[in-house]
């Protein structure tokens, strides 16, 4: 797949969604079908060798590049959503943010045992909802084989909080 310098469809958003915040807009590049296309590609290429055979991603946005993944890749898309989102019984797991803490659930029965999943989500920061969704997997008898991330803020140290999982991100800011 031809290199495609994505990072210039990246908008900063001064003080979103509070002040001293500095928000990545995916936005331009959803709008742009090129860039998006090229996204989900180079998230797929990368996942192929891990070999997954399920790509799970978080609300809202995972859900654009997760989903294009799994077809790409000719696997089943898993949600992972907040609480009271799922129609059917579901597994529950708290985990800890910045300030504070938040929940996320995955239907009980989303993920065969032996299952080989892929987390996907726009955005790795703090890499709390990415290990959060990993602990939904495991719960479920499945496998996380990796983590891939269209951005990462790798000055959150993310990465590091899903360690031993292998991570890929398309843009990364240091």
């Given at each position: 797949m031809a290199k495609m310098v994505l990072?210039?469809?990246?908008?900063?958003?001064?003080?979103?969604?509070?002040?001293g915040i500095v928000f990545k807009d995916i936005?331009?590049?959803?709008?742009?079908?090129?860039?998006?296309?090229?996204?989900i590609?180079?998230?797929?290429?990368?996942?192929a060798a891990r070999a997954p055979t399920v790509v799970v991603a978080v609300e809202s946005r995972g859900f654009i590049f997760g989903s294009g993944v799994a077809s790409s890749l000719g696997v089943g898309f898993v949600p992972v959503r907040k609480p009271g989102k799922l129609p059917w019984r579901a597994?529950?797991?708290?985990?800890?943010?910045?300030?504070?803490?938040?929940?996320?659930?995955?239907?009980?029965?989303?993920?065969?045992?032996g299952a080989r999943a892929?987390?996907?989500?726009?955005?790795?920061?703090?890499?709390g909802t990415a290990s959060a969704a990993a602990e939904l997997v495991r719960l479920a008898g499945g496998e996380v084989v990796g983590c891939a991330f269209a951005i990462e803020l790798a000055f959150l140290g993310g990465r590091?909080?899903?360690?031993?999982?292998?991570?890929?991100?398309?843009?990364?800011?240091a």
């Open positions: 990072e210039r469809f990246i908008r900063d958003v001064p003080d979103f969604p509070r002040k936005t331009p590049l959803l709008a742009d079908g090129q860039a998006l296309r090229h996204t590609g180079a998230l797929a290429e990368r996942a597994r529950r797991v708290e985990y800890a943010l910045e300030y504070g803490s938040d929940c996320l659930e995955m239907h009980e029965d989303a993920i065969a045992p892929l987390i996907v989500d726009d955005l790795l920061a703090t890499g590091a909080r899903l360690e031993p999982l292998p991570v890929d991100s398309l843009i990364s800011f």
